[in-house]
């Protein structure tokens, strides 16, 4: 099992910067796949963007792409959603996810999840 625990949300003027971060405890964190989604009220969670256990695949929801950037760093069990040029689409509740057993940006396919942190992008 792993806990994860995101932090870095927050309120962003449009065309602003942010980075989140998700850090995982409990079981061998390459082990695992992982992935940031978002949600706000009244939709669906959606795929943000998904990175393999070694960190050498990684890929990008067309919405966020050449924009948000994710990447992980297993020496400190964390991973990383880097959100450049953000715009108030972007708002939402973001979280990560971590799955054993597939490489996805399906939500079902993720066990694991953290609590989700806020991100307000004003125009």
């Known amino acids: 099992q792993v806990q994860l625990v995101e932090s870095g949300g927050g309120l962003v003027q449009a065309g602003g910067s942010l980075r989140l971060s998700c850090a995982a405890s409990?079981?061998?964190?390459?082990?695992?796949?992982m992935g940031w989604f978002r949600q706000v009220p009244g939709k669906e969670r959606e795929f943000v963007a998904r990175v393999s256990r070694s960190g050498g695949s990684t890929g990008h929801a067309d919405s966020v792409k050449g924009r948000f950037t994710i990447s992980r760093d297993n020496a400190k069990n964390t991973v990383y959603l880097q959100m450049n040029s953000l715009k108030p689409e972007d708002t939402a509740v973001y979280y990560c996810a971590a799955s054993v057993n597939f490489y996805s940006d399906i939500v079902r396919q993720y066990t694991y999840w953290g609590q989700g942190t806020q991100v307000t992008v004003s125009s």
């Open positions: 409990g079981r061998t964190f390459s082990s695992y796949n």
